[in-house]
């Protein structure tokens, strides 16, 4: 996991993103983005549902998945200036690790 400075947590941030944010979509998830001022360091928030994910088990799965894989390719994220809200999808826990990076990979790269 990433520290708690990292991270979204406010109701406000997550709207915020929503509705002013972009929107980039892949097989794994749906990633919100929303470029914020140059100086504040970048936030993550990792988003799960009943509807899309099924049990806890699952979702906490992704989850772990998801946040292992921004601890490794922290170095593509851009250090300030975004906040990123990923709504995870089903796919994400048959995904094979290698395809998941490269997924990830491209999309950063395409934010960048």
């Known amino acids: ?38 100086g504040q360091p970048s936030k993550f928030a990792v988003v799960t549902s009943i509807k899309k994910m099924g049990k806890a088990t699952m979702r906490n799965r992704g989850r772990r998945r998801l946040w292992a894989l921004l601890r490794k390719e922290l170095n593509l994220v851009p250090a300030t200036g975004y906040w990123f809200v990923f709504n995870l999808n089903k796919g994400i826990i048959k995904a094979k690790w290698p395809e998941l990076q490269a997924v990830v990979r491209q999309i950063f790269q395409r934010i960048k």
């Open 1 to 38: 996991m990433l520290p708690a400075w990292q991270k979204l947590r406010n109701q406000h941030d997550f709207n915020h993103v929503y509705k002013y944010g972009r929107r980039l979509a892949c097989h794994f998830f749906v990633l919100w983005y929303l470029p914020i001022y140059r």
